[in-house]
């Protein structure tokens, strides 16, 4: 891995001049969990990662999505590049999406491939929320750097209090993939995906069998895999 | 003038990897240590490697991190991140 002295950009793959995809992570920041998809994504593109600000030493957390979304964006004009694809996963989604609008604004529509995210405001509970920060926490491993700990916890704090106050308003026109993570067919998901079609005008859905943290993991992420690989040939079939 | 080479031999040879890798670990360690144990997590990872990659236009596939699971394996990745020979190939994920 090798990230920007500045800081937050993270190439994951680079060979050459290719088309670029920015990945952006879920709470916490983490990005290890999609070096397999990045892997694969890196067969065709550029692939980089996009911390979130707030887990690098100096690095102060920004409030709301739309602020994140402007800097994620700073980040890659800073550095020259112009993702035809982003990729983001949970938290990660949702900021692709505004990512996007983004982009869009200033150049062409982006590519989105949205995984497990909701338009919606998230309603969270303290139990959830605390369950997911003793798993971002668990990824850090046995003896993690209390600098460390204090930066993820603070950036996870901001992202959830952004994420119960954000709804996705904008209508995108570029294309979009959302997958939706295993259950699928509870309340929540389901007024997710409904909203995603009312914002997203050339949308592509599906669903995967994986929950929401094992989507990456090796018995699911082919079935991922695929589906983002018949996606980007409907591109590649338009053209 | 070097060759390619024999460049990349004396820019892995120049980093004392065990001096950086001290840097972001929280209890010793040797190449058999894990590096969870070693309290490196992904962050830190990407910090040591901007240590090590100078090279802003080298290849890199850093999904082979995916496999790196002790300080040895680290250590081979980073040699061969500050010598720009990481080869790009696609995890298996079947």
Known sequence: VTAKKSGRLVTLVRRGRRPACVMLPGTGGGLSMYLRLAGHLGTSYNVYGMLPAGVLPGDEPEDGIATMAGSVVDTLVEAGIEPELVFGWSFGGVLAFEVGHALAAAGPAPQLVIVDSSPLPRLSTPDEDEAIKDRLLAQLGPRPEPDVVERVVRTFTTQVAALSEHRAERRYDGRVLVQVCAPWDDETAVAALRRWRELAGDLTTGTLDAGHFEVFELPHLPRLISAIDDFLAGERRDR | ?94
């Open chain 2, 1 to 94: 003038m070097p060759t390619i080479n024999e460049s990349a031999e004396t820019m892995a040879d120049t980093v004392d990897l065990d001096g950086v890798i001290a840097r972001y670990a929280t209890t010793e360690f040797d190449d058999s240590t894990p590096i969870l144990e070693a309290g490196l997590e992904s962050l830190s990872l990407v910090r040591l490697a901007v240590e090590v990659a100078t090279d802003e236009e080298a290849e890199i596939d850093a999904t082979r991190l995916v496999d790196v699971t002790t300080i040895g394996d680290l250590k081979t990745w980073l040699r061969e991140l500050g010598s720009g020979s990481v080869m790009m190939t696609e995890p298996n994920t079947s």
